[in-house]
Each structure stands twice: as structure tokens, then as C-alpha cells.
């Protein structure tokens, strides 16, 4: 692993950057005591990316990076909402897939995966973000394909992360609704066919089969639609 350096504040929240790294949200876990509340490492290269259940993420050049927090936020609708806006206010008309994945035109652009540590209270969330950069076809994924310098794509996340974490979940929580491509759409959810019928305003997934509702709180669902792609 290459040496990780501390390149500035942005708000509240302490910028590292470094070459490259296993994979920034195991750092974080193994370091969390070590490094004060709101810190953000950002990596060139991560040479073994987590996804989510267990899966590896492979990037090449992409905007990987992982924030630490110590206190406890609604981070499963921050974070998608906060990458949502950063991308629309660069002209990308970003997508979430309940509960944070971001997709462009039925494709994959980012993935998430945020982890808690506990011992007998909450310790530290840490949020795992990779945004593709360029197109990545042999996973169903699309890249940004725009020359976004790093460290203004990450402030603009930040800027509107930090926003959301001040903000009461009340206010937001329709904004998350309603930038979901989920509603009414096939999906099969543990390996049955159902249809989403909505999104509480817990952040929950309601789907419907055989006319009985299920709410779901967080787990994954595959679009039928965007598998055909
Ligand atoms: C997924 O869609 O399965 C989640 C992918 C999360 C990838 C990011 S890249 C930065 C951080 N470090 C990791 O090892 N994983 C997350």
C-alpha cells in the first residue's frame, strides 16, 4: 500500500488521497480509531474493491472513495441522494436503484457499500463509494465518460452531503422517492417476480405479488428491464 497524505479540508471533513490501496472501506475498518470523524480517503487504484455480499468491485481509474463517519446518519438515503445531485449539477442525469445503487440509461454508474462497526454502541459507519469513470461492459456498467477532475467531483458530494446531514430526513426523503427508477417497475427479489408498488417514507421497498404487499428494508432486487440490456 503507498503512503496515504492529507490534502485539505473540505467543510468539516478531512481529505486523504492515496495511490493505492486493498480497498479504501477495509482501511477504514481496520483504522477507524486512528482517524477523526469525517474522513475521506480517496484512491487512484484499489487492488482488492469490495461490493456488496461479498463481491469484488473492480476499478480502473475510477472515483473510488470512502468516508468515515462516527456518528450515526441515514446513510442509506443520504448517500445516493448526495451522489445524485453532485452528478445532476454536472449535467448527468443520475438515477438511484433502491436502495443506493446510481444508474444512467438502465446501467450502472456507482455502487455503495456502507458498513457499520458496533461493539456494545455504534462506532463508525464507513461509506464506500465507486463511480465508473469510463464504461464498463462486460458488468452492464456505464461510466461518467466526461473529464471530471477528482477532487471537484468528490467537494460536490461532499458539499451536498453535508447539506443532507443538517437537513431533517422529512425534507429530503421525497426527493429520494421520487429520483428512484424503481416504482412500478418487474423485479425479481429472491428469485420471484414481483412489481414495486412504492417506497415508504422510511425509505422501505413495497412489492406486490399475487395481490399481497411486502415492505423490504434493505436487500437486493434486480430490474428485469435492465438485465435484458
Ligand atoms: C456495490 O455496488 O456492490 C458496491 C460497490 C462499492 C465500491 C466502493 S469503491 C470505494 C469503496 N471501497 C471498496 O472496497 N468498496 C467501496
Known sequence: ??????????????????????????????????????????????????????????????YIFSILFKENYSNEIIAPLAVVRALKSIGIDAKIKWPNDIYLN???????????????????????IGINKNDKPEVNGIGINKDIDYKDLITKVINNYNDLINDNFDNYIDEYIDNNIVINKEIIYQNDDYIVTGITKKGHLLIKKDDIIKEISSDEINIKEAMKN
Not at 485539505?8 to 475498518?29: A, E, M, P
Not at 450502472?108 to 454502541?121: A, D, H
Request: hydrophobic content about 30%; aromatic content about 12%; glycine content about 6%.
Open 1 to 62: 500500500m503507498d503512503e496515504i497524505k492529507y490534502l485539505c479540508d473540505i467543510l468539516d471533513f478531512h481529505l486523504y488521497h492515496v495511490r493505492s490501496i486493498g480497498s479504501t472501506n477495509t482501511f477504514l475498518k481496520e483504522n477507524y480509531t486512528k482517524y477523526p470523524d469525517r474522513t475521506i480517503i480517496w484512491a487512484d487504484i484499489q487492488t482488492n474493491g469490495r461490493g456488496r455480499y461479498n463481491r469484488v468491485w473492480e476499478s480502473n481509474d475510477d
Open 106 to 128: 438502465n446501467k450502472k454508474l456507482c455502487g455503495m457499500l456502507i458498513e457499520s462497526i458496533y461493539s456494545s454502541k455504534h462506532e463508525a459507519t464507513i461509506v464506500g
